[in-house]
């Protein structure tokens, strides 16, 4: 068997979103219009058919957007998406022979220094040298759940249709670009996050839209976007309002949504799948027990480039340390570096033959890249080695992030 990753042809292509739909136990699209909106986002020449001779047995596609990075803002990377796999022909090379052909593309000409993805199971691409670089927390609220006295009033929150929210909240989300792990979302992106299909309710009603207005007058400064699924046993109405984005531009505006939404009759919880671990809804609220959490992984990072990939972010303290690096999949990362970060947080980084003072692998690089997840935890867990005294809080001191990173759309 040869597998061979590469362009499709017409064909190959329309048929791509079926493929990708069986690979996860999906049914195939039966709405010409969801197929569409799937090519839409996909960008045809940078997304890989892996065929073994002419059959296609899974892909994947590559979204050319920029994230925020920490202490210099969006920088342009490799969203990879829409990976899979024919269920009938794994474990045959063909998710390593489309990882392999993406990252040497990158490499070889230059492109994007980082790429990043959400994963479908958190077991499949640390082997490809991806790091989960965030985390994302499930919140539960109960309805009316009591705000505590001196949180932020807000200022006045409606409801309006689809086109008329549109073009703020378009505004307000490319405001959030200032916060690490931010994701650019284009035209097409918006189309196929908001898709609203039966398919995709559940049994809950159709998206709900409300905008938050300061108390003073003014622009739109945050929205949400939000569907109710009834519920009403014998006791009365017990609604589960899940949130599908909430985004605001200051404190008002967060907690002034979140009065609106909490506060609304019938709603029994209310659900917010993406927040980032930092999320101040609990220190709102009186009892913060009263918000339930799961947490899970969310953005995975792989520099593609590291002596690129290193330079383009600030760092938060100066440090001199050589790293020893493994990287299976990309050689030209693998050996040692020397990183050395100055007063202002830039830095340089370059190959070296002196002795290291940490090793790891890339992918350990990668889930400290955005400074969501602490070098200082790895080493504890064992997957970073401290090969001089104090070389890992160093290096943990200068990734680290005031804040969660936090990337609130699943590509």
Known sequence: MTLTPRLMNDDEWLGFPTMVSSAFLSDPYSDPAAARRTLDVLERDRTLGVFDGDQLLGGGGILTRNLTLPGTGPRPVAAVTHVGVRPDARGRGTLTALMRAQLTDLHEHGRESIAVLWASMATIYGRFGYGAASRRAALSVPGQAPFRPGAPDGGTV???DEPDAAAPMRAIHALGAERTGWLSRPEASWRWWLADTE???SG???FRYA?????????????AVFRAKPDWPARGPN?????HELVARSPEAYAGLWRGLLGL???????YDIVPLDDPIPLLLVNARAVLTEVSDALWVRLVDLDRALVARRYAAPCDLVLAVTDRLCPWNAGRWRLRVASDGTAEVEPTSADPDLECDIADLGAAYLGGTRLGALAGAGRVRELRPGAVRAASLAMAEDVEPYCLEVF
């Open 158 to 160: 409606g409801w309006v």
């Open 199 to 201: 398919r995709h309710r």
């Open 204 to 206: 809950a009603t159709a």
């Open 211 to 223: 905008l938050h207005h300061p108390s003073g007058g003014g622009a739109p400064d945050g929205y």
């Open 239 to 243: 609604y589960r309002l899940d949130i």
């Open 265 to 271: 009759d019938m709603v029994g919880q209310v659900g």
